[in-house]
């Protein structure tokens, strides 16, 4: 197992990886094809396999918790989508990479620091076709064509260079422009037809762009389109070459995020009002439909005994209708956003038939980031020196090689979004959100994202000093909880395993003085090795 963190972090600018040969390839079946669909903004509490309490209907997650493995401890390293976009890609915490509360914007060089890798780069250099869908969330930069973006030429600093040979991204998502899908980089709808609108997106970046065709309820039924194209694509140039190479998709859903255009249907299946709640639920219910359509696509082709699934969200949910009696954090504290386990516990599940066991269920604390180890270990990868530095491979928890009793994580650590301090939790009230409310709830309460130059993280880091970031942060051993403040000083305890709401707080403790300043000390620690 590698260390969580290390005490200086080494750059690569060359990988001396060779391709999988014909050889290799024939031994394929040991290395699964491997689908990871990253859902926005759903929490734990949102399916029904984890919150019985829950109203939303969620029979494609329920069944790969029947058939996989459900992970109730699951973290996201941050609880904001950015930069936990980051993590996901390369096994990194989001400081090791440009900016530690993430890389928001439109046509800026990328989260990615040079050298840096990620899981595509890795798997694709083994043989792997790799494809991305969805929001990327992390940046990315076009070629210059008189001050704007040059949309007919291949992006300077986009999925090509992260490693994905296939891409179809919505490069912020559908919640602010540019309103675009990029298909290997060049805009779907052609160059030549997208429209820019006047003066500057809000944020101040010259990102209004869009695809004068844009709707928001077709997002789905699109990257399912391109889902497909790339599978079918993967299957005759296996057939033409006689081999028979892996895939790795990253797939990332538009929903439950703001704006929420649920369609009426998604090849066949109804969406539109179906949680008989609003259309955030209903966006949520679309994520279920998603991986549905994703399976019965596997499916199809004979592909899907030899995949294995993971699903799981960039961060927690959005509790907004626990008034209607569906509580997207489950009973937690706080929401995406906040350092309360409500803000980044999320649902995690995988699915492998004949490897993974069949309805387990494993309380121990891992990081979503841990999928790129687990990932590169299936795929018979080494990790180079300095790269996916802080996640941890989860394959013998997979496999059954190791139970609760054998944490495969020592420590885990988790950071707010820029500016929640630690006792900061959204303040959700009863009732319906109407008006100036749910104005506020799609923005300021549920963790505006900040303008494409990061110049709100930057106002936000500038008036709390660099120790911190910005941020709250927590720190796992075990079910032990510390919260290190804005300030960058440790304010609060928690006992998970029997406070998992976290109102008793021990920090003042005399029994857990040792306790908090050995937490301490790791967490500086890891912060220190940046």
């Known amino acids: 197992m590698k260390p969580h963190f290390r005490a200086a972090f080494l750059l690569l600018t060359v990988l001396p990886i060779a391709a999988f040969g014909a050889t290799e390839a024939s031994k394929r079946s040991t290395h699964p094809n491997i689908l990871v669909v990253l859902t926005d903004d759903v929490g734990w509490g949102d399916f029904q396999c984890y919150n019985p309490q829950g109203k939303i209907p ?6 790969l918790a029947r058939e996989g493995m459900r992970f109730t401890h699951a973290h996201t390293p941050a609880a904001l989508c950015a930069p936990t976009r980051y993590a996901m890609l390369t096994g990194n915490f989001p400081w090791r990479g440009r900016d530690p509360g993430g890389t928001w914007g439109f046509n800026v060089p990328s989260q990615l620091k040079p050298g840096q890798l990620t899981v595509a780069n890795l798997l694709q250099a083994a043989g792997y076709r790799t494809a991305m869908f969805g929001k990327s969330g992390i940046g990315g930069q076009h070629a210059d064509k ?7 030429q291949p992006m300077v600093d986009g999925p090509r260079r992260w ?3 296939y891409s179809f991204i919505i490069p912020r998502g559908h919640q602010t422009m540019p309103h675009l899908f990029l298909e290997n980089e060049k805009p779907s709808c052609g160059a030549a037809r997208v429209v820019r609108g006047q003066g500057k997106a809000k944020g101040g970046d010259a990102a209004n762009y869009a695809d004068p065709d844009w709707d928001n309820s077709k997002i789905g039924e699109r990257l399912l389109g391109a889902a497909e194209k790339f599978l079918d694509d993967v299957r005759a140039q296996n057939s033409a070459s006689g081999k028979n190479a892996p895939f790795f998709m990253h797939f990332c859903t538009d929903g439950a995020h703001s704006p929420y255009a649920p369609a009426e249907t998604i090849r066949g299946t109804a969406l539109k009002e179906q949680t008989k709640m609003n259309s955030h639920t209903d966006m949520v219910l679309e994520t279920d439909v998603l991986l549905g359509k994703l399976m019965e696509m596997l499916e199809r082709r004979g592909l899907l005994a030899d995949t294995l699934i993971c699903f799981t969200s960039d961060n927690g949910g959005i509790p907004a209708e626990q008034y209607l009696g569906h509580d997207a954090v489950g009973g937690l504290r706080g929401m995406k956003s906040y350092v309360g386990e409500g803000g980044h516990r999320v649902p995690f599940l995988v699915r492998w038939p004949g490897r993974v066991p069949a309805g387990t269920v494993r309380n ?3 990081g979503a980031h841990d999928i790129v180890a687990t990932s590169l270990e299936l795929a018979g990868v080494a990790v180079p020196a300095g790269q996916c530095v802080d996640a941890v491979s989860l394959v013998p928890v997979l496999t059954g090689k190791q139970d609760d009793t054998q944490p495969v994580r020592r420590h885990l650590l ?3 979004s820029p500016g929640r301090d630690a006792f900061a939790d959204g303040g959700i009230k009863g009732g319906p ?3 100036k409310e749910q104005k506020r709830s799609t923005s300021e309460l549920f963790g505006a994202e ?6 709100t ?3 936000q880091l500038k008036k709390s000093g660099r120790g911190s970031d910005g941020m709250a942060h927590a720190l796992y051993i075990g079910d032990w909880k510390l919260v290190t403040d804005i300030a960058d000083e440790p304010v609060a305890l928690y006992d998970l395993k029997n406070d998992p709401a976290e109102r008793d707080n021990r920090i003042t403790e005399p029994a857990q003085a040792i306790r908090t300043q050995e937490m301490t000390a790791t967490y500086r620690a890891i912060r220190g090795s940046k």
């Open 58 to 63: 969620s029979p494609n997650v329920d069944r």
């Open 146 to 152: 008189d001050g704007a973006p040059d949309f007919t």
């Open 163 to 165: 490693g994905f040979e």
């Open 364 to 366: 121990q604390v891992i």
């Open 414 to 416: 988790v950071q707010s």
């Open 433 to 435: 959100l109407t008006g």
């Open 450 to 455: 900040p303008d494409a130059g990061g110049k």
């Open 457 to 459: 993280v930057k106002r």
